[in-house]
């Protein structure tokens, strides 16, 4: 869960932004064309201080991608270790930072992110996919392909945990979720692939939509999980609870497949919720399925009533284009916040913007600003149009009802999503980290 900074201040980027701004924006930071380079975890402590990492494949050896910002507009390269290959991050304080890598070791920092030491004993199997912290900073959880790094004491130590997949499920990555009180949530499903060409035969392999998600829960911090819902027609990219009972998780199957769903009983049965469509004019190309959502990626609330989703237009065969949603009424309603594209203003038809790289994933410290980061060294950051948009107002929790009230003690979390989306070259994420895999098997 993330961290609710109910009392953050509002951030004005000197030029960028004027305090009268009436309009949300996308303000571009770092966007290169380069198809091999992707941000895939980005981490915010604030509306001005944030970490993002990733990978990038254009030379013929993989090199870690690693950038903070302390002021909220320039971003500063940190220098790691070649070998380390960052694929998440956690930002836990001012000082204190965790970062997991492809090969499934743990890295912490105790200065800021300036310097970084493996954790000794605390690895998983393949990629670590995600972070995330509850809201007193105590549990803290990574996870990767069926294994879970769990500590209970603000990442002093940490323990190594197993879970089991549903059968039938091809997992390419995970979304975890916990509420410091012992229960923690695995979520995920098939990330589907795209089609590809035998390198032997010529021949093409065809892919397979994402599909088939399941969530996973466990009520003793992470010793055993039973499972909750198994063969969802939707792979699942993220998940957040709000309390014990109410949850939310973004998802999506093929083109026209996004899908939103929310929770009341804990994650045991889930309902989706209908995202307007994108309009006519957040189109990028003139063969793209008029307004259709292909997968949202990230979730995240605030409060029981106001809560953010990243979606996007990608499927394996067009390039996409990504959204933002609102929701201030717990999910009755969603606004576009807008798209990157009617963000960009007069900017909106230039000749790269079309070519929109894929987001892997958003970091929003408060409702109102953050950064969305992906493809081709992709970080764009978010400011909302209400100068003083309260994160916590709102109406009811849940579209059907539920009482009006606070949150259930959030934390944050850097979310890559589980892997289930497409990116601009067709490729799944799960099937970048699989060639990423590949790739440095033969290197060492």
């Known amino acids: 869960m993330k961290t609710i900074f109910r009392n953050t201040v509002l951030i004005v980027l000197g030029s960028m932004l004027c305090a009268s701004a009436a309009s949300a924006k996308w303000t571009n930071q770092s966007w290169l064309m380069s198809d091999g ?9 604030s509306a001005t201080r944030a970490c993002a990492v990733g990978l990038n494949q254009t030379g013929s050896n993989p090199q870690p991608l690693f950038v903070c910002t302390s002021d909220g507009s320039k971003w500063n390269q940190v220098t790691i270790a070649a070998t380390i290959l960052p694929t998440a991050i956690l930002l836990a304080d001012d000082q204190t930072g965790f970062m997991g890598a492809l090969l499934g070791g743990l890295y912490r920092s105790d200065d800021g992110a300036a310097t970084w030491t493996k954790v000794q004993g605390a690895a998983v199997a393949g990629p670590i996919n995600e972070f995330v912290k509850s809201a007193d900073g105590k549990t803290m959880l990574a996870v990767g392909s069926t294994k879970l790094l769990i500590s209970t004491d603000s990442g002093k130590t940490w323990t190594q945990k197993s879970f089991t997949l549903p059968a039938g499920d091809n997992l390419g990555a995970l979304s975890v979720e916990t509420d410091g ?21 010529g021949q093409t392999i065809p892919g397979r939509p994402a599909s088939s998600g399941f969530v996973l829960v466990s009520h003793d911090s992470a010793a055993t999980f039973e499972t909750l819902e198994s063969g969802l027609a939707y792979c699942v990219n993220d998940v957040e609870f709000i309390n014990a009972k109410e949850g939310w998780l973004a998802g ?9 769903a929310y929770t009341e009983d804990g994650g045991k049965t889930w309902k989706a919720v209908k995202l307007p469509n994108l309009p006519d004019d957040e189109r990028t190309l003139p063969n793209q399925t008029k307004g259709d959502l ?4 990230k979730v995240t609330f605030f409060s029981r009533n ?18 933002l949603y609102l929701t ?41 600003h953050g950064w969305v980061v992906g493809q081709r060294l992709l970080i764009h950051r978010y400011d909302a149009d209400e100068k003083n948009r309260d994160c916590a107002a709102g109406g009811s929790a849940v579209p059907d009802g539920g009482a009006d009230g606070g949150d259930g003690g959030a934390g944050e979390s850097s979310r890559r999503g589980s892997g289930c989306g497409c990116d601009m070259a067709g490729k799944t994420n799960a099937s970048l980290m699989g060639s990423l895999i590949s790739t440095l098997a033969m290197i060492f």
């Open 37 to 45: 380079s992707v941000y895939l975890s980005v981490s915010a402590l």
């Open 294 to 297: 292909a997968v949202c990626l």
């Open 252 to 260: 999506g199957a093929d083109a026209g497949g996004a899908v939103v």
């Open 306 to 323: 106001v809560g953010l989703v990243l979606c996007t237009t990608a499927t394996f065969e067009v390039d996409g284009f990504n959204g």
């Open 181 to 201: 009180a012992g229960t923690v949530w695995v979520a995920g499903g098939d990330p589907g692939a795209a089609p590809s060409t035998d390198s032997g035969t």
């Open 328 to 368: 201030k009424d717990g999910g009755k309603t969603w606004t576009l916040e807008p798209g990157f594209k009617a963000g960009y203003g007069a900017d909106s038809q230039s000749i790269l913007f079309q070519a929109s790289s894929q987001a892997f994933d958003m970091a929003m410290p408060d409702c109102s």
